[in-house]
């Protein structure tokens, strides 16, 4: 297997990403690789800076240390070929519970993170006219669960994001895909990834069961990110990678849910749709 990419990778000191980073460095690709603490990431891939990884401690929050990680790529291995933003993490709440800051959070990871890295890469992109991006949504961002609403605000700015830049930047030949999980066996179900509002309004039952649901189901998700790593190292050697991408049965099955859902709810009201256009 041709192993000449650079990687970059965000979020990288567990799950998913860490999966990703392992099965890279296993293969011989370069790669660097971000975490908000550097030392917790060497220690959980194993493997120190050198020629093949670039450890590197970003603060996902900031453009300018977002930019300094790509100008430090580069420098590094002369190149990068592949972005993958998949930092990320859930956060459960009524609408009304979540306050303002623990909103931002959520968008500055989840959402501008993902503008902030693009924007950064896009650059050496246009100028090698080439490049895979794939974007880390989840099935929320497209057939979302009860009492995520917050999450799935940010999980559908990532997929509609993602849909409009595989077009635009087409002509770079830069491809991009969206990759919506459904539920992976990683540490995102743990305290130490999943945020809930701190405010709690009485009468949510509904809420509480889903997040109840969902806890209960730490540790046993059906979704392998083994599997899930090869998935993302065989996109970007598929000459013509899909767009949207969903994993996992549970994902499948949620989303051909949604689709039935939708073609049903454009057909019963297709009369309406028609009937505020001029005659
Ligand atoms: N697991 C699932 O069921 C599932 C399903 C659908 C979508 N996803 C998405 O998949 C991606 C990876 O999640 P995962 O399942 O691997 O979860 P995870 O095991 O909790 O890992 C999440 C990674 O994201 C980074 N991250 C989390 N919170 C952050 C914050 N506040 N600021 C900066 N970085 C933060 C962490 O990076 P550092 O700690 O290294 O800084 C961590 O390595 C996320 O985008 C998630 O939304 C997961």
Do not use: C
């Amino acid at each position: 297997m041709k192993t000449d990419k650079v990687w970059f990778v965000t979020g990288a000191s567990k799950g998913m990403g860490l999966s990703l980073v392992k099965k890279l460095i296993g293969e011989g690709y370069r790669l660097a690789a971000t975490s908000r603490e550097s030392q917790r990431l060497v220690d959980a891939v194993g493997h120190a800076e050198g020629t093949q990884f670039l450890p590197l401690e970003v603060d996902l929050t900031s453009a300018e240390s977002i930019h300094q990680a790509f100008e430090r790529t580069v420098a590094h291995f002369g190149k990068v070929d592949v972005l993958v933003n998949n930092a990320g993490y859930g956060i459960g709440g009524a609408v009304e519970e979540i306050n303002q800051e623990e909103i931002k959070d959520s968008f500055d990871i989840n959402v501008m993170a993902v503008i902030k890295t693009m924007q950064s890469a896009m650059p050496y992109f246009r100028q090698q006219q080439s490049g895979n991006i794939i974007n880390i949504s989840s099935i929320a961002g497209f057939a979302p669960g009860i009492g995520w609403a917050m999450y799935a605000a940010t999980k559908y700015a990532v997929t509609g994001l993602s849909e409009v830049m595989a077009e635009d930047v087409k002509e770079f030949g830069v491809k991009v895909t969206v990759v919506a999980p459904g539920a992976f066996r990683t540490e995102f179900l743990e305290d130490s990834s999943l945020v809930f509002a701190k405010k709690k309004i009485e009468g949510y039952s509904a809420i509480r069961a889903s997040h109840e649901k969902y806890a209960a189901m730490n540790g046993t998700q059906i979704g392998n990110p083994e599997m899930l790593a090869q998935v993302l190292i065989d996109l970007v050697g598929n000459p013509n990678p899909p767009i949207r991408l969903y994993l996992g049965s549970d994902a499948y099955s949620r989303a051909t849910e949604k689709v039935n859902l939708l073609a049903e709810e454009l057909e019963n009201n297709k009369q309406i749709s028609y009937s505020t256009d001029f005659n």
